[in-house]
């Protein structure tokens, strides 16, 4: 008996279930496998965070919860991390994320202490909130540790007159950023080895 390539193509169809609705439906393209992140120092009111890696060495970064007042629900976050290389003056990379409904032509200031507010423009907004991209220098690195507190000041788009004035906090920053590593070289720095007190010798006895 002979067998036309459409009757070829009715058997495979039988002899393989679901090919047919494959055929009626949108392929699947799949969804990015999501990132694994994990605390594993706090440093003050610092965390380090770090980034699973099946292939390597685990990359890491600092974190802090932004609050408006300490009891109060979290408004944002902040991260810095070190560069592999500088970019001009910056050593270092900071992202602060804060709420949607955020004025962005106002931008965002960073003021440590008493010293003079820095500003930075919004980079650009999704579902998770606004986010500013800042490049900082030694300068700024020095101010951070010798910080006691820096405010991130912003205004809202319903009332764009007003200031938010948000804290962040620097305890334990000196400490949390002695902790990363270089970039390229794993996430945390590298512990020195522990060393043995020389021996010594017992006093002669007559």
Same mark, same amino acid.
């Given at each position: 008996?002979?067998?036309?390539? /459409?009757?070829?193509?009715?058997?495979?169809?039988?002899?393989?279930?679901? $090919?047919?609705?494959?055929?009626?439906?949108?392929?699947?393209?799949?969804?990015?496998?999501?990132?694994?992140? %994990?605390?594993? *120092?706090?440093? *003050?009111?610092?965390? !380090?965070?770090?980034?699973?890696?099946?292939? +390597?060495?685990?990359?890491?970064?600092?974190?802090?919860?932004? !609050? #408006?007042?300490? #009891?109060?629900?979290?408004? *944002? /976050?902040?991260?810095?991390?070190?560069?592999?290389?500088?970019? *001009?003056?910056? =050593?270092?990379?900071?992202?602060?994320?804060?709420?949607? +409904?955020?004025?962005?032509?106002?931008?965002?200031?960073? /003021?440590?202490?008493?010293?003079?507010?820095? =500003? %930075?423009?919004? !980079?650009?907004?999704?579902? =998770?909130?606004?986010?500013?991209?800042?490049?900082?220098?030694?300068?700024?690195?020095?101010?951070?540790? $010798?910080? /006691?507190?820096? &405010?991130?000041?912003?205004?809202?788009?319903? &009332?764009?007159?007003? !200031?938010? #004035?948000?804290?962040?906090?620097?305890?334990?920053?000196?400490?949390?950023?002695?902790?990363?590593?270089?970039?390229?070289?794993?996430?945390?720095?590298?512990?020195?080895?522990?060393?043995?007190?020389?021996?010594? #010798?017992?006093?002669?006895?007559?």
């Amino acid at each position: 008996m002979a067998y036309s390539l /459409k009757t070829l193509a009715a058997a495979a169809l039988i002899a393989l279930p679901g $090919a047919a609705l494959a055929q009626e439906t949108a392929l699947d393209i799949g969804q990015p496998v999501p990132l694994e992140t %994990y605390i594993d *120092g706090v440093f *003050g009111d610092w965390s !380090r965070e770090c980034l699973r890696n099946p292939d +390597g060495d685990d990359p890491c970064q600092l974190v802090q919860i932004l !609050r #408006e007042t300490p #009891e109060a629900n979290p408004v *944002g /976050k902040v991260t810095v991390g070190k560069l592999e290389e500088a970019q *001009g003056e910056a =050593v270092a990379g900071s992202m602060v994320i804060l709420p949607l +409904g955020t004025f962005l032509p106002a931008n965002l200031q960073l /003021k440590v202490d008493s010293n003079q507010a820095r =500003v %930075y423009p919004f !980079r650009f907004c999704d579902n =998770v909130g606004c986010v500013v991209q800042m490049g900082l220098t030694a300068q700024d690195l020095g101010l951070y540790k $010798a910080g /006691k507190m820096a &405010k991130i000041i912003i205004s809202p788009a319903a &009332k764009p007159d007003a !200031r938010v #004035e948000i804290p962040m906090s620097l305890t334990g920053f000196t400490d949390a950023y002695a902790s990363l590593g270089t970039p390229g070289s794993g996430g945390k720095a590298e512990e020195a080895p522990a060393t043995e007190a020389p021996a010594t #010798e017992a006093p002669a006895t007559e």
